[in-house]
């Protein structure tokens, strides 16, 4: 049932107070908690909020709660934000396993506690994502040594920060960032449960390191040229590039590390040559796709069909070029 029903079934239903009150997954919103977001008093919307969430978290019993989404909750002031700290506290206090802190675009930086990490239950959290707020890990944090999902979007975390948090956390499994403004590198250890990577248009970015051995698929996009070393990433079936800038230097490189690629896709607004993906032979190679426009190709181009063996979809979108001689065995989107 709807969570507003829920929390008015306990009102006439004894024994759905217990279970009510021992509800392991939480979602604090304005649409869940019935707030009224028109109210012309940031003040006032504030105060039902925290009210409505205080009431609850007080009543929830004991340690039960394993999930806490806060979606776009109050943090006009100091007072707001020191709460926002006390809810955080005291679900990390209980073990929570899932966090997800998604705040306002156009509020002030909030700085999520890192202390409460430190005193909580630091095993506990499993899956972790943040929205729109500061995350400054130091040397030494080893409070996310059992964190399986990380998911940074318009967070102000750098590099060196990043690298802190990802020392410990061994059983990582996926790692995303998104429109992260101060990350400069992404240096990323040797975590052997790494499968899934995604980086997408991190502004000041000019470094992406991986010596994650088992990684099966990377992500990326930019609209400036950044640096790719992923090392021998021979586990990597999935490969997506998405870049206005030559993307030659990467998928050269690229290709010849990752023999058993099954899907890859490249979006390009410059040139690219023909060595950008047949380096050398992906045997497994399932699934081609290029968009690429406003671009220059050589006709050799062709060494495309030598690729692979086992291809069963190519897809291209060119931009102002005549490729009727260039491919003879793919059919092609030609605008």
Avoid at 282 to 297: A, D, F, H, R, V
Wanted: a positive charge; hydrophobic letters at 40%.
């Amino acid at each position: 049932m709807p969570l507003r029903d829920a929390a008015r079934a306990p009102c006439v239903c004894r024994a759905f107070v217990c279970s009510w009150r021992s509800f392991p997954n939480l979602i604090f919103s304005n649409q869940t908690l019935g707030v009224n977001e028109h109210a012309h008093d940031k003040d006032e919307i504030a105060r039902d909020f925290i009210s409505k969430v205080d009431h609850i978290m007080m009543n929830h019993l004991g340690p039960g709660m394993r999930t806490l989404k806060l979606l776009n909750p109050p943090r006009y002031n100091v007072k707001h934000r020191r709460y926002l700290d006390s809810c955080l506290e005291k679900a990390i206090t209980q073990g929570i396993e899932e966090l997800t802190l998604d705040l306002f675009l156009t509020a002030k930086k909030y700085k999520f506690p890192c202390s409460i990490l430190l005193r909580g239950n630091r095993d506990s959290i499993r899956y972790l994502s943040l929205s729109n707020c500061a995350f400054h890990p130091t040397e030494g944090f080893n409070c996310l040594r059992r964190l399986v999902v990380l998911y940074l979007f318009s967070v102000h975390i750098k590099g060196d920060e990043l690298g802190c948090l990802l020392a410990n956390s061994l059983a990582l499994e996926s790692l995303t960032l998104g429109y992260c403004p101060e990350i400069v590198y992404v240096k990323i250890p040797s975590l052997p449960r790494l499968n899934y990577l995604v980086v997408n248009s991190c502004s000041k970015l000019r470094l992406i390191e991986s010596k994650a051995p088992n990684l099966s698929t990377f992500y990326f996009t930019s609209c400036h040229r950044v640096h790719l070393s992923l090392g021998k990433a021979l586990h990597v079936k999935k490969l997506y590039i998405d870049c206005s800038r030559p993307v030659s230097y990467s998928h050269a490189e690229l290709a010849s590390t990752m023999p058993n690629l099954e899907a890859v896709g490249t979006h390009s607004n410059a040139e690219m040559r023909s060595t950008s993906l047949v380096s050398s032979k992906l045997l497994y190679l399932e699934y081609l796709s290029i968009n690429l426009k406003g671009l220059t190709l050589s006709q050799d181009l062709d060494r495309f069909s030598m690729v692979s063996s086992s291809l069963d979809a190519f897809v291209s979108d060119v931009l102002s070029i005549n490729l009727s001689d260039v491919f003879s065995v793919f059919k092609i989107s030609h605008y």
